[in-house]
Each structure stands twice: as structure tokens, then as C-alpha cells.
């Protein structure tokens, strides 16, 4: 996946010039979420731990946002 971002190292460098600091883009490469797995390729224990208890934060607080609004 590839985003764009504002190039905050340009505008530092060059923010004390006289005709002004230069404003520049840059697209920049998200990594992939992989599952974690073993070396036969089976997604780990904790792997499948980790992804359950994230879904279930995530439903509770889908949930906690329709019962407080």
C-alpha cells in the first residue's frame, strides 16, 4: 500500500532560506499486516490469540460507540 506524506526533512533543511522553505510530497510503501506463522507455514498459537483478541477489542468498541451514542 502506498501513501502520500508531507517531506517534513526538506522543510527542515531548507526553512531558514531567504525565498522560503521548499514544500515537497513523497509517496512512501506501508508494509503488509502478515499473520505470524511456523515454518511449515501454520498461522502460530499466539498468532490466532493475538488476532482474536484484537477483533474482540475492536467489536467492543464498535459496540461501546452504539450504545454510548
Known sequence: ???????LDTYI???????????TVVEDDLPELEMITDEQGHPTRGGLIGYALAYALM????????YIL
Not at 1 to 7: N, S, T
Not at 59 to 66: D, E, H, L, R, S
Open 1 to 7: 500500500m502506498r501513501f502520500v506524506k508531507f517531506d
Open 59 to 66: 467489536a467492543g468498541f464498535v459496540g461501546a460507540m452504539f
Open 13 to 23: 533543511r531548507t526553512k531558514d532560506m531567504s525565498g522560503g522553505a521548499i514544500y
